[in-house]
């Protein structure tokens, strides 16, 4: 398979399914830029995919070279940032923000962090309207096409999510295995806490 | 549709004017331009609000809000986009300002200027933001793009960017008009600095003076300058009489600086009278006034951060006010008009109603026409008000709380230590200003419980320790301020302002002793304190010390001969002593500098009373009563002379008036607030008993 030209960005709020995503697209067979720095755990226990250096966007875009023909994954404040010099493909992961927060929460929680003492409709105000702007950032750049991603639909149809998102990278990737890296069971536990 | 008395009106920003400055040029024939603009205007000095910051003053101008509704707050706020802080933005304010409301009724407003304006909203006129100067180039630079989203319409950038004059591009004549010498002084610092600011000047002059030329019909303008406070707090200083820290160099130099600025922002107001052209109608004002005399603080010798908490120690209560042109009567007494009445007054002028929910009242005295019949809330109308979209109206602090969660979850990184600390710092910052407004605004309750937690983290902060006690007072609770300043003593022992509010605790808590113990070891106020030897004449009145509180107030007046607070003191320690005919002399001396003094008009009420003048003595209670509602003292005095005179139905009104205000409290609570000086009300009462 020939390496696509642009960089696949996989973005959303943090617990929306973005790890998920980034599962699913190296088990199809697009490489994935990630240190492996941040390890599995029990909140993914796949694996984060992540690459530590990309928190460095907004002072350093060098971060991200080299990343065309690979995915990466970029927390949604950080896409305004992205360097306005190269092609990218935008997979946004769309989750119900209520089930997003719980599911911070929950990570929060489990790490022993402190959580935030706002409350959650101030916080889901918050990041509803940091989604809204990231959105319009995206949508003001007609040439990074975005492909959004239902996280209900990931779990409840994981070989439609597949089909879509390999069409939408316009690249021949291994539908089935994508398929397979879905494990609805994750999601169902750790919602069920 | 309601008469509209303006055709086209122009509000312009003088930052920290002040009518002390202003009345000195006059009488040397200087400021000609706005000598013209009074004859056929109205003026009067204009009530300031508290705290006394510029972005909360002039978006409380540009709302007719206080801080605490319209939600600026600080100069600085966190950057809700993850940066550690920028400078406060119009996506923060919470309710529509003047330019929202004139855009939503179809009129065009040009804004330029004016704080926490950036980003420019997208209005039916034009708004340069505060920001349109940010990044300018610096000297020997090549000038730089104006800021993203500071001006809109986005058509206007090209109009506005030859408004902006490169700092080293300034011509030397606008200098040479403030220093005439200035080539003489090339290695002084004060001239980059002085430079600076006039480039600034002169850039939002430009900027005014486009938008005025607007070919398109426009409505308003509203032009905000900062030079005379920026320049002030570095050079006012040398302005005479010479303070004892200027040397005789730089007061040679630099003496005229301040004289020389008015009369460039004279200038300055002839050439935007001249484009606005015949028929304006002009709201002229500042946001305080500025020490000129005796009250300067002493700022040399500081360290930054105490500089930085001294600076606003510069600001006077009074700025300037002047309303003149179609739709306003010419030489109008105003009546104890504030920065609240800004937005009412300009939304009558044009013909709109003002909102019940906004602070202020519309000036009607000094207006042709009367005002509409007020609306509701402008707030809750929903039109297109040229307001931003919600996603970019979050409140920062909420913005950052949600960043704090996300870096918490290791998907952003942590800002450096030095930013987080900054970061708290402008946290508390922001509670401390919103307690000062909850205070000001006679709401002690929620400010204590801001500034309880403010000083549980930083017990020895000054301002948060001292207003918290201040509001305690107000809530008849001694006894936690006597362990707050116990706290503070521990680490400051002869802190005077700490040592005054221990006597003042002390007095509130029935301990004389203790009172007066804590006034011995209080020094007499030495430099320009005249407010602090007021102060300590008060404590010592109440502490039955009245030939030390008489000398306490000799010295304040001594100090500065135009505080009315000093012979109002005077006053008081008169009518403890019996000297009723003397005291209501001090009491119109103190009114004759200010009319709005509510003390003065208090304890003239208190003279009159002993004096048996109760028709007179009504008067002046009520005059007390309007400029500062809500004064105990005051409101039992009119029940007890209604009821003396047997105007029953008169004293209950006042008497449920004080029962509402008392009703939280508790009996020894009630003791304490009802406590008042010797010769007070409840001995007046007694001699008819």
């Not at chain 2, 966190?78 to 919470?94: K, L, Q």
């Not at chain 2, 005025?212 to 005379?228: G, K, S």
């Not at chain 2, 996300?406 to 402008?426: D, F, S, T």
């Not at chain 2, 221990?502 to 020094?523: F, I, K």
Request: net charge negative; aromatic share 6%; charged share 15%.
């Amino acid at each position: 398979m020939n390496p696509p030209l642009f960089t696949t960005i996989v973005t959303g709020l943090p617990r929306s399914g973005t790890s998920m995503v980034m599962q699913m697209l190296h088990a199809g067979g697009i490489p994935i830029l990630t240190d492996h720095q941040r390890k599995p755990d029990e909140d993914n226990p796949r694996g984060y995919f992540e690459l530590e250096k990309v928190k460095q966007l907004p002072t350093d875009p060098s971060v991200l070279d080299g990343s065309p023909g690979h995915a990466v994954k970029v927390i949604h404040l950080l896409i305004p940032h992205l360097p306005e010099d190269r092609p990218y493909r935008v997979l946004f992961l769309e989750r119900d923000p209520a089930e997003v927060l719980r599911s911070q929460q929950i990570m929060l929680t489990r790490t022993g962090s402190s959580l935030s003492t706002l409350a959650p409709d101030r916080l889901t105000a918050i990041f509803t309207a940091q989604l809204t702007l990231t959105q319009a950032w995206l949508a003001a750049r007609p040439a990074i096409q975005v492909l959004r991603v239902s996280h209900a639909q990931l779990l409840s149809d994981p070989a439609t999510a597949a089909r879509e998102i390999a069409h939408f990278l316009g690249a021949p990737l291994n539908l089935s295995a994508m398929t397979s890296a879905v494990d609805p069971t994750l999601y169902r536990n750790r919602s069920a806490v | 549709m309601p008469p509209r008395p303006a055709s086209r009106l122009l509000i312009l920003g003088w930052d920290a004017a002040d009518w002390c400055m202003i009345h000195q040029r006059f009488a040397v024939g200087g400021m000609p331009h706005l000598q013209a603009l009074l004859q056929r205007g109205s003026q009067a000095p204009l009530s300031t609000l508290e705290p006394k910051l510029s972005p909360l003053l002039w978006t409380s101008v540009a709302t007719g809000m206080t801080a605490d509704k319209h939600g600026i707050l600080h100069f600085i706020e966190p950057d809700p986009s993850g940066g550690p802080v920028r400078i406060s933005a119009s996506t923060t304010r919470r309710t529509k300002a003047l330019w929202n409301i004139l855009s939503q009724s179809g009129m065009r407003t040009h804004v330029v200027n004016w704080y926490a304006s950036h980003p420019a909203e997208p209005i039916t006129g034009s708004v340069v933001s505060n920001l349109f100067l940010e990044g300018h180039a610096a000297p020997g630079q090549p000038p730089s793009a104006i800021p993203h989203q500071a001006v809109f319409p986005p058509t206007w950038r090209d109009r506005i960017a030859p408004c902006r004059v490169p700092v080293d591009q300034l011509p030397d004549s606008d200098l040479a008009a403030l220093v005439p010498n200035w080539r003489q002084l090339a290695k002084d610092p004060h001239i980059p600095l002085l430079r600076q600011h006039l480039a600034r000047c002169r850039s939002v002059h430009q900027a005014g003076l486009t938008a005025l030329a607007d070919e398109t019909a426009w409505d308003c303008v509203m032009i905000f300058q900062e030079a005379i406070d920026t320049v002030g707090h570095h050079f006012m200083q040398f302005h005479p009489p010479q303070m004892k820290h200027v040397g005789n160099k730089d007061f040679r130099h630099f003496k005229n600086v301040m004289d020389n600025l008015y009369d460039l922002h004279d200038r300055m107001l002839g050439e935007l009278l001249q484009a606005a052209g015949p028929e304006i109608t002009v709201i002229l004002l500042s946001d305080h006034g500025f020490h000129s005399g005796s009250e300067r603080p002493v700022t040399e010798g500081l360290s930054p951060e105490q500089r930085a908490a001294t600076e606003a120690l510069w600001h006077r209560e009074h700025g300037i006010l002047v309303l003149a042109g179609p739709g306003v009567i010419p030489s109008a007494s105003l009546c104890h008009p504030s920065l609240l009445d800004i937005t009412p007054t300009a939304l009558a002028l044009l013909g709109c109603p003002m909102g019940s929910d906004m602070d202020g009242r519309v000036l009607t005295e000094a207006l042709t026409h009367p005002a509409p019949a007020p609306i509701p809330s402008w707030d809750t109308l929903h039109a297109d008000a040229g307001l931003h979209p919600p996603e970019l109206r979050q409140n920062p602090f909420d913005a950052n709380d949600a960043i704090r969660q996300l870096v918490a979850l290791g998907y952003l990184a942590a800002l450096p230590e030095g930013n987080e600390a900054r970061l708290n710092l402008v946290r508390d910052e922001t509670q401390f200003n919103l307690a000062m407004v909850h205070t000001s605004r006679g709401r002690p309750r929620p400010a204590a419980t801001i500034l309880t937690e403010l000083v549980s983290k930083h017990p020895t902060e000054p301002r948060y320790v001292f207003n918290l006690v201040t509001n305690l007072l107000n809530l008849a609770q001694p006894g936690p301020c006597i362990e707050a300043l116990r706290h503070f003593l521990a680490v400051f022992p002869t802190h005077p302002d700490a040592l005054q509010q221990l006597a003042a605790a002390h007095l509130a808590a029935g301990d004389l002793p203790a009172a007066r113990a804590a006034l011995s070891t209080e020094t007499v106020p030495d430099g320009n304190a005249a407010s602090r030897a007021n102060r300590l004449g008060d404590l010592h009145l109440l502490a039955g010390n009245p030939l030390v509180a008489r000398e306490m107030f000799q010295l304040a007046h001594a100090r500065d001969p135009a505080d009315p607070a000093a012979i109002t003191g005077l006053a008081k320690v008169d009518i403890t002593e019996g000297h009723f005919e003397a005291a209501a002399g001090h009491c119109l001396d103190a009114l004759e500098i200010n009319h709005e003094h509510a003390e003065a008009h208090h304890q003239l009420g208190v003279a009159l009373a002993w004096l048996n003048s109760l028709d007179h003595a009504l008067l002046s209670f009520q005059s007390a009563l309007a400029l500062q509602p809500g004064r105990i003292e005051t409101l039992r005095f009119l029940e007890l002379i209604h009821l003396q005179r047997t105007e029953n139905s008169a004293a209950a009104a006042y008497h449920q008036t004080l029962e509402t205000m008392l009703s939280d409290f508790d009996s020894a609570q009630r003791a304490i607030i009802l406590r008042t000086y010797p010769m007070g009300s409840e001995s007046w009462a007694e001699q008819f008993q």
